[in-house]
């Protein structure tokens, strides 16, 4: 399971998102077109090198990336369930990004109907977690659409990208050439292979990779 996060200053996320739609209608793209790692093909692997290229060149835009293995999961053994491990995989991905004397509004992609029941639990262990007793640190946690959001759509494509790195592909049968020339320019300008852990201090693209054996709840 591949979580991630893209985060910026709140002041900078109306530029971002107007420079983000700048760049799809420079590749003949309506403004509001939806982008997604399942959308990722040849025609369209130059825009998407854009937006990859985008990312690392704003100094405003950074991504935590948490790569957690479910194999020899035991939550039995930890008196939980697999929902509660979910919730506890999306606090090791965001609790790291966290900082003192700052607040955070969180907004999600929706995925079910049920979204909106499970990111309000998230936010009470989120705050409960961190002792945020009066939602001063985690503010606002909200699940929205991601076509309506173009930070949730970059969040998708590099969260995609690093799945796609780490997973296991045959040695024969359907790979996607423009993914892997797309996987390659992140690897080329984060400089990490994505394949292990960045520098815990790392703030521009941060990975983490989860075993069971690390549990520490």
């Not at 893209?6 to 077109?33: F, M, T």
């Not at 959001?149 to 990208?161: C, F, M, N």
């Not at 690093?162 to 296991?168: C, D, I, T």
Request: glycine share 6%; with cysteine.
């Amino acid at each position: 399971m591949v979580l991630g996060a893209v985060w910026c200053p709140l002041l900078k996320s109306r530029e971002i998102a107007e420079r983000i739609r700048d760049i799809k209608q420079n590749h003949g793209l309506p403004r509001y077109h939806e982008m997604k790692w399942g959308k990722v093909s040849p025609s369209k692997l130059g825009f998407y090198r854009d937006i990859v290229d985008y990312f690392f060149d704003d100094d405003d835009l950074h991504f935590r990336g948490f790569v957690a293995s479910k194999e020899g999961l035991q939550h039995q053994a930890f008196h939980q369930s697999h929902d509660d491990w979910y919730y506890k995989m999306y606090y090791l991905t965001l609790h790291h990004i966290f900082r003192p004397l700052c607040s955070y509004r969180i907004y999600f992609d929706i995925k079910d109907t049920r979204s909106a029941d499970k990111f309000r639990r998230l936010h009470d262990v989120l705050c409960n977690t961190i002792y945020d007793r009066k939602r001063e640190v985690v503010q606002h946690l909200q699940a929205l659409r991601s076509e309506h959001v173009e930070q949730i759509q970059l969040a998708d494509v590099l969260i995609g990208a690093l799945g796609y790195a780490n997973k296991a592909l045959p040695a024969t049968g359907p790979t996607s050439s423009a993914k892997i020339g797309l996987v390659d320019r992140i690897r080329q300008r984060s400089g990490y292979s994505l394949l292990r852990p960045t520098f815990l201090k790392e703030e521009k693209f941060n990975i983490f990779h989860w075993k069971p054996q690390q549990e520490v709840f």
